[in-house]
């Protein structure tokens, strides 16, 4: 049973169509659960703000109000908008509601009554009640972090199989410095990501992956260029992180912020990402080429700016050297899978592109499909492999299709894959 409204929002982000419950405590950190609630929401999730008493003397339940578009659970006997009296008790409702339950930030008293299983505020009810993945974000002072009894509830939750982040070291609200901060947003994220996907299926791999466009320099100033994002290498990337790879990122220029918990290493031109990807081929056991790597680059690139009146009329062209091309040679049972952006014959060019470049798998798409390509938050794709496969997938966002793709390379039967990875 859930009491959401899913309707209306887009399906996009590592948390879409997932309800999570924040729990908000008495702690100086509570206006940074604004923050977060924003972020959460920007991922795709629906946030329903749970507060305790004390929390509300630090932030007004309105202000989450505004922000999620769903009124604010503040009291266990009072009827609530947040739970429709149809809906029955409202801790358990909720409870039932939630695919996830994060407190952040918890105080030192909630993590005492999490472990203790005390019930007495409409928080720690349905936190008792709840079956989701329960991810505790503290924020306290040093001094209470270090305490005994504190150390000992987070290692009876810890036991009990709740994620108990580690507080920051930094400045606190006392005027000290230690650990006691509330972790940072990417942290919390990464945690919650990591609770909704249990199963690690790609635990021990290495896998390599390329996103977004090259830049291809005709001077200091100009470069050409194509229109890829980098969102749908941002998503595998992602999406082979949750699953317990570990990922290396080799990204062209995108307006995409960093990816926890994933080594983004940047690059620009399709020469720069050829070398990178030559030399971590090696360590990987999977490759996914989801970039737009220039095939073409201007045949020289002049080392001061074109003055306006002396640029050429016409701009020579020569081939970039093909990456895939130059990897058979070194292959040593890694699986690589390349993408075939076209805009006509999308499956007889990916197939000849399959066993041109002897690839194990390929995501075809046709970047003039609406919904599809360049730029948008969804894909819809073809995926066909070494084996005869031809599934021609619906639209779907992209993380979606990462998992899709990533679910297809662990049908594949390689040894490489099959062990666990080389390391
Ligand atoms: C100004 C102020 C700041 C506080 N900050 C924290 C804090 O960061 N962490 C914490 O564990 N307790 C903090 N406390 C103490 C809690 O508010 C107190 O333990 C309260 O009972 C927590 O209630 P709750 O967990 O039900 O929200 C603070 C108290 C005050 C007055």
Redesign the pocket.
Known sequence: MKTTNRTSRAPVGRFREKTIVLGV?????AYKAVSLARRLMAEGAVVQVVM????QRFVGPLTFQELTGRPVGTDLFAPSDAVPASMGMPHLALAESADLLVIA?A????VAKLAHGLAD?LLSTLALAAECPVVVAP???GG?WTHPAVCSNVLTLRQRGVTVLEPEVGPL?SGRTGKGRLPEEDAILSAIAGALHPVKDFKGQRVLITAGPTQEALDPVRFISNRSSGKMGWALAEAARDRGAGVVLIAGPTALPPVPNVTVVPVVTSEDMRKEVITRFVDSDVLIMAAAVADFRPAGSSPGKIPKGRGPRTLALEPTPDILMDLPSRRAGQFVVGFSAETGDLVERARAKLRRKALDMIVANNVTEPGAGFGTETNRATLLDRAGRCDALPLMSKLELAHRILDAVLEFPTDRLQKGGTS
């Open positions: 405590t008495g702690s100086i950190a305790t008493r004390n929390a930030p105080s030192a008293h909630c505020d924020a306290m002072d209470m609200a």
